[in-house]
């Protein structure tokens, strides 16, 4: 078994079963005489149990904040790579709602929303919003810059809502400040996994900043959770941060990714930290080396913004039994300037054994179309154009095993437009538009299929994508439209690809919920924050269901002037898609009119070709009825679905 470190910058491997212990013992031979006298041993890192009400009870004893700008540093440079192979023409690129040259069939309609709901509106105590979320057999949980709210997946009444602090607080070490949440549903293990950064800057005189990590003891988000905080650090570099953690999941590995930076500033490394699931699932301590690894700059190669995947099912690799996931990053090129590559390598191994597979040469780069590192900001009906960002990785990368048994990897992020010829690495901002790719990664990484979002040459921004194990794919973004009389402020759209489409095609866009007033939340640096990413995911309880939380402007206070700080605020919004539709069934006739708020609830209303709900205990499946569990009583639960049916227009008769 391999395993990749760094030591004193550069890169080592080892080979044993035994790896997990020499990787400690090679962190702790870099450190400096006065360093290694303080850390002896790696110590045990102990989490702290907490439940919903001990949140809720913090945020009564500390209520509010004062409004916050959360922390994205400028990108790394992108990188210059020395590529061997042969130039091969990248396949060719086509836009959302058109169709390649030589292709007989225009994309079939986008697939229409079959759930659409509020996730979590500005509370006027942080910016942007940093939207995501994950979707669970039950729950839509959001977890944002500002806090962490639980809903029924219907759409439903808020079940759980709390500030991030009292979701992350932790009195030892003592938290300052979290940033940048991500979470994800493990459906291997039936929990909820959240982590975020916090004290960036290190800002608080202690030049130390952490890594929470906080996993459900349930598949309930709302009962207890077991939280981790890690200090953040390499050999030999202290006062360093971490900007961007990601987060991916699989069988048996829960990975950090993000990107170091010193104290002042200045970009480093990028550090991968690989989690055995065992102990935390157990709410056991974990130990560097024994639990987890960290491995810095991987590969040696100076990557930034690392995204892992959520693995939906077990990469299969009967020639590397050991296979576990993948990481993927963005920013190469070659020494032309004109080649553009995703970097693509294995993750083997579980948790303090783990390693990155760094294969020699240039086999882990893949060519993708080019694109335009630098990205204009997006214009929309008033106001500031919104932040875009850059072309990093910020949103979760998927894995998905077919039902032949073959994996695909899958992941979208913004881009300059390419206008004339491929453009050099400085070359001026362009419109920023969605790339998304699909690479196949066995037995070396290629690329399957590429394709644009940029319909009506609008700017499309901060995309995500989730895709079915039969390769439907929905993919969620933030777009808006500077035209004076048809535009509108930032919104969400989606758009939604069939694996009978023609290769590289996506539908026509859908822009599900229109900004509502201008917007204009800048920081210190003159950027009008808007992202920094969004989320994506599969229904883990129905594999035809894919979901996506994106960011829109909400009703400003007018009170305050138009364009201002404190006029605008932010929202988000979930929406899901089925990409298959329900079979044909058949209401159990007419339901008794029950009471609801003073009110009545009229007959059974049939609903053909859409989404079924869950069976009720006898098994039969309901579509679409006003009395959703078929008991002959409409509920209080049986509103927001029989609700959402008429509002989306499903085809209720």
Known sequence: MELGIVRHGRSVRCRSVICGSLVVSALFASLTQPEAAVADAPKPVIPLRVTIEQMQERDRQFPGSPVAQLPANNRPHPQRVNVEKTHAPPLTISHAGSVPAGQPAAPRATLNPVRSFNAQRDDGTRYPPDSDGAIGPAHAVTLLSSGFTVKNKYGGHVLSQISLASFFFSPNPPINFPYLPRIQYDQYAHRWVATCGTNPYNNDGSFASYLCLAVSETSDPTMAWNRYVFEVFAPGHSGEWMDLPTLGIDENNIIICGDMYDYNGPFRHADVYIFDKNPLLAGSAVTLGIDYTIIHNPCGVLGSSYQSCHAYESAPDPGNPDLRNYILSEGWYDFTGIRRFIRINAVRGIGAAAFIDCPPGDADLVEVPCYNFNQADAPQKSCQPLDTLDTRLTSTAVLRVDNSGVPHLWVAHSVGAITAGCPNPAAPNSRTEVAW?????????????????????????????AVT?????????????????????????????????????????????????????????????????????????????????????????????????????????????????????????????????????????????????????????????????????????????????????????
């Open 437 to 465: 790719y699909e690479f196949s990664p066995v037995p070396t990484p290629t690329l399957v299929q590429a394709g644009r979002v940029n319909q009506g040459l609008l700017p499309y921004y901060y995309p995500s994508i």
């Open 469 to 653: 194990r039969e390769r439907c794919v929905l993919l969620g973004f933030s777009t808006s439209n500077p035209d004076t009389l048809s535009g509108y402020y930032g919104s969400a759209g989606y758009t939604t690809r069939q694996p009978t489409d023609p290769p590289g095609v996506m539908e026509p866009i859908y822009v599900y919920k229109f900004g509502i007033s201008p917007y204009q939340r800048v920081d210190n640096v003159l950027r009008n924050r808007w992202g920094n990413y969004s989320t994506a995911c599969a229904d883990p309880s129905d594999g035809e269901m894919l979901w996506t939380i994106q960011e829109h402007t909400d009703q400003n206070l007018p009170q305050f002037g138009t364009c201002t700080d404190a006029s605008s605020r932010w929202s988000t919004w979930w929406v899901a898609v089925r990409c298959s539709p329900s079979p044909f069934c058949a209401c159990p006739g007419q339901v008794i009119p029950g009471p609801v708020n003073g009110g009545q609830i009229g007959p059974c209303i049939n609903c053909l070709l859409v989404s079924p709900f869950e069976t009720d205990a006898r098994g039969i499946l309901n579509c679409g009825c006003a009395d959703l569990d078929s008991n002959g009583l409409v509920e209080l639960d049986d509103i927001p679905l029989f609700v959402d049916l008429l509002l989306n227009d499903s085809g209720c008769q």
